[in-house]
């Protein structure tokens, strides 16, 4: 099957610092990635959804100016999380699928765990 | 708006035994999908069996399988002959193509009990 990466698998780093994740679609190209933040022994809630080449797309109340999406390739989507506080430590999942649309399998990113300390 | 509601927060099962995991949704589309996807305690998302809802056929992969109840907008999971690997989360979701993303029930803890 597809495989995603994501890197890093944690990352802790001090309030205010920002923070890069990395969502890699290895063996094929992914057209659309998706974002998600998992809090503990919760479900995943989207963040926002990238087309390669095009701005994302937020889901309401996800600040944009904060996490910052970039898909500039097919292969490669980044969630920057800028001036990070402790209410933004999470599990951040990222989501890979081949087609603009349709069904297309998504396939998932083994996460990132952030600590903002 | 499409929502999906797994109302049962956590189950157990005996290993070897069967169960059966909940989960309603809805929509006003006619042409969607269903999934189930397994969440283990590395956290990594598995597919674990999916649908189409034009399908009337229950899907079933190995010892999972779907009852997939269109009108009453249910699609329960059964796993049978259940074992250890099998705990984990299991979240109900649900694909519809105005939506153009899997929307997430909130999930059910499932405990094998050897």
């Known amino acids: 099957g597809a495989v995603v990466s994501q890197h890093p698998s944690w990352v802790i780093c001090k309030s205010g610092t920002s923070v890069k994740i990395e969502c890699r679609s290895l063996d094929f190209q992914a057209t659309t990635m998706f974002w998600y933040r998992q809090f503990p022994k919760q479900s995943l809630m989207l963040m926002a959804t990238s087309n390669e080449g095009s701005k994302a797309t937020y889901e309401q109340g996800v600040e944009k100016d904060k996490f910052l999406i970039n898909h500039a390739s097919l292969t490669l989507s980044t969630l920057t999380v800028t001036s990070a506080h402790p209410e933004d430590s999470s599990f951040y999942i990222c989501s890979a699928r081949a087609g603009l649309t349709g069904v297309g399998e998504q396939y998932f990113g083994p996460g990132t765990r952030l600590t903002v300390t | 708006a499409q929502t999906v509601t797994q109302s049962q927060p956590e189950m157990s099962v005996q290993e070897a035994e069967t169960v059966t995991l909940s989960c309603t949704y809805d929509t006003s589309e006619s042409d969607y999908y269903l999934f189930w996807y397994k969440q283990p305690p590395s956290r990594q998302m598995i597919l674990v069996i999916r649908q189409e809802a034009y399908k009337q056929q229950n899907a079933t992969e190995n010892r999972f399988s779907v009852n997939f109840q269109k009108a009453a907008k249910s699609f329960s999971l059964k796993i049978s002959d259940s074992q250890l690997g099998d705990a984990a989360m299991y979240f109900c979701?649900?694909?519809?193509?105005?939506?153009?993303?899997?929307?997430f029930g909130k999930g059910t803890k499932l405990s094998v009990k050897p």
């Open positions: 979701a649900h694909y519809g193509g105005s939506q153009g993303n899997l929307i």
